[in-house]
């Protein structure tokens, strides 16, 4: 009989799947989620409609956390202080389940770049010690939480990423545009990365392309920006591809994935299309950021480099770019894979049960 996992998410997001496939191969799994809107959707694994209400900043479930945890052998939570129900869980005397909380491990936002803020750092220790195991997205936070006394062998690094479906092998010759791909919200730097390209556009007559892969709150400024420099052959807006082989297609093109404010997923799905990612040096991470190696197998640019002369280099380094873009596919390749993602989670189940 299998062991039963419980993950508790806020939504069941589609880069997490291929990771809840893996896991549920081993396990009998279940994710629960807080997001209505995945009622109706169909999944290889099991999923559970936990809803929340909200107290302030704070979330709280609905249901009886505790009794829907006590039916399973290993809970694994969203780690979040804000969902108190659910931070609670750890905390229960005699509880039978092993539970551990899977995050960054330190504050990173929108509104708080990455380890920027420790206000609430006791607190992730508490629940660190109180619980069975803790999984972070990156390395980082290891040696922080092991100086806090957290044992080290209750602490486990699921280096976060998504699952690529690279089905065209690039050809260097036609890797030539600049992309951007991700939700086109102003605090990724969407506007900065116009204004770079359009200070590019006015100095050379062989700058390449731009291609916009998204669809957010920026769209109707995009297309505003493209009307007033009669720029509509050079700048290209898909709107939002959520198809993997599509996106590979359009990365099969593209020299290097730019964004300026914001570095996610999107340097993973870079990187497993072979395609080097830009972005500067305190850039929105969840840890992801460090996947960059300076170009090695990307490029962080400093706050006070101009993104334009960023571009120009990449257009007159192009062998060494085409050389980051085989490095940036070789290091998702041999480090980054889903599956290493769900053999470390699934690693960290086994050894609370032991």
């Known amino acids: 009989m299998k062991t039963k996992v419980l993950i508790i998410y806020n939504k069941v997001w589609s880069y997490r799947e291929r990771i809840f496939e893996l896991i549920n191969e081993e396990f009998d799994l279940t994710v629960a989620y807080s ?6 959707k169909k999944f290889s694994f099991k999923t559970m409609y936990l809803p929340v209400k909200k107290a302030g900043p704070f979330e709280l479930h609905k249901d009886n956390l505790y009794n ?11 780690s ?12 229960r005397r005699n509880r039978k389940y092993k539970i551990g909380y899977w995050g960054i491990g330190v504050t990173a936002s929108y509104e708080n770049s990455f380890d920027s803020k420790t206000t609430w750092d006791k607190f992730r220790y508490y629940i660190s010690r109180k619980s069975d195991f803790t999984l972070f997205y990156s390395s980082y936070p290891l040696e922080r939480y092991i100086k806090a006394g957290i044992p080290e062998e209750k602490l486990f690094v699921a280096h976060n990423t998504t699952e690529v479906e690279n089905v065209i092998k690039s050809d260097v010759n036609n890797k030539k545009d600049f992309l951007f791909v991700g939700t086109l919200y102003p605090q990724k730097g969407i506007g900065e990365l116009l204004e770079a390209y359009y200070l590019l556009y006015t100095k050379r007559n062989d700058c390449p392309k731009l291609l916009i892969v998204g669809d957010g709150p920026e769209k109707e400024k995009i297309i505003e920006f493209i009307k007033e420099k009669n720029i509509a052959d050079k700048i290209v807006l898909f709107g939002s591809i959520y198809d993997a082989k599509e996106l590979s297609k359009i990365f099969a093109e593209s020299i290097a994935c730019i964004s300026p404010n914001q570095a996610g997923l999107s340097v993973l799905n870079s990187m497993g ?14 840890g992801e950021i ?12 400093k706050e006070q480099e101009n993104l334009a002369d960023v571009m120009e ?11 980051m873009n085989e490095n940036a596919y070789n290091h998702y390749i041999n480090n980054r894979t889903p599956e290493m993602m769900a053999n470390e989670i699934k690693r960290a189940i086994n050894k609370s049960l032991s």
């Open 313 to 323: 280099w990449i257009i007159n380094n192009n062998e060494q770019v085409h050389k």
């Open 35 to 40: 997001d209505e809107k995945f009622k109706n």
């Open 290 to 301: 460090f996947n960059i190696k300076n170009k090695y197998n990307g490029i962080i640019y």
């Open 68 to 78: 829907i945890a006590s039916q399973y052998d290993v809970v694994i939570g969203l």
């Open 273 to 286: 299309n072979s395609t080097s990612f830009v972005t500067r040096e305190d850039a929105i991470t969840g």
């Open 80 to 91: 979040n202080l804000r969902w108190i129900s659910l931070m609670l869980l750890c905390l």
